[in-house]
């Protein structure tokens, strides 16, 4: 848990760096993108992903644009997510998906994880799908989800239960293959449970959450 936090964290430091990418074109029809060092009348430096430090007087240059990251549409896409549900009790919350994206708005996915629910702990497996607002490098997203709960202890007794939920993310992406989110949503479980030790007393439980996530997305 503590390291996907940390690569979590090390990768959404590396966005902040993505943003300041720039894609310096060269009166000569060249073109190169890096990290813009300084820029000022004499000219522009810059550091390339390399770690190559190129320097251009002001006449070699046509012009400066902020670097957009085309987004791969279709495909397959792996996804990790990463925070915390809340409700009755507060839990985390890991999933792992994976699916295909049948372009820039719409992919579906199955997903494989561990929460935990009345302190019991359960595996959630989950068919997911996701619209994004818009066909850009950063968009807005709405997901839904429904499935299976299964039990990682007390088979017997703990027949698990079904789940679903719903939620709104924010996605950036800082490369045409990976994408950073936060989301915000509501999950729902209902859960059943027998008692074999009284006359095989069934007992339901109903869990309603809210879940904050974090996730990466490669594509």
Same mark, same amino acid.
């Given at each position: ?17 993505? =943003? =300041? ?8 029809? *060249?073109?190169?993108? /890096?990290?813009?060092?300084? #820029? ?6 810059? =550091?390339?992903?390399?770690? &190559? ?5 002001? $006449?070699?240059?046509? /012009? ?7 987004? &791969? ?14 409700? *009755?009790?507060?839990?985390? &919350?890991?999933?792992?998906?994976? /699916?295909?994206?049948?372009?820039? +708005?719409?992919?579906?996915? #199955? ?5 935990? @629910?009345?302190?019991?702990? @359960? ?7 996701? @619209?994004?607002?818009? %066909? ?10 429904? /499935? ?5 202890? %007390?088979?017997? %007794? $703990? ?10 993310? @924010? ?9 950073? &989110?936060?989301?915000?949503? !509501?999950?729902?479980? !209902?859960?059943?449970?027998? %008692? *074999? ?8 439980? +109903?869990? $309603? ?11």
């Amino acid at each position: 848990m503590k390291s996907l936090l940390l690569i979590l964290l090390t990768l959404s430091t590396s966005v902040l760096f993505a =943003q =300041q990418d720039r894609t310096v074109k060269l009166k000569n029809g *060249s073109e190169i993108r /890096g990290r813009l060092l300084d #820029l000022d009348s004499t000219g522009v430096r810059l =550091q390339t992903k390399d770690g &190559s430090i190129w320097s251009f007087a002001s $006449n070699e240059v046509a /012009g400066i644009e902020k670097f957009t990251p085309k987004v &791969s549409g279709k495909g397959i896409f792996l996804r990790a997510e990463v925070g915390v549900v809340g409700g *009755s009790e507060l839990s985390p &919350s890991i999933l792992f998906s994976n /699916g295909y994206s049948f372009n820039e +708005h719409w992919d579906v996915g #199955l997903a494989i994880g561990w929460e935990n @629910y009345f302190w019991d702990a @359960y595996v959630p497996f989950l068919a997911t799908g996701r @619209y994004n607002i818009l %066909n850009k490098h950063w968009t807005p997203f709405v997901e839904v989800s429904t /499935g299976y709960l299964m039990p990682m202890r %007390n088979w017997d %007794n $703990n027949s698990g239960g079904l789940g679903s939920g719903v939620k709104l993310g @924010y996605t950036k992406y800082f490369g045409n293959r990976m994408g950073f &989110s936060t989301s915000l949503g !509501y999950r729902y479980a !209902y859960l059943k449970e027998v %008692n *074999s030790w009284w006359d095989d007393f069934i007992t339901i439980r +109903h869990a $309603n959450r809210i879940e904050l996530k974090f996730a990466l997305t490669f594509k």
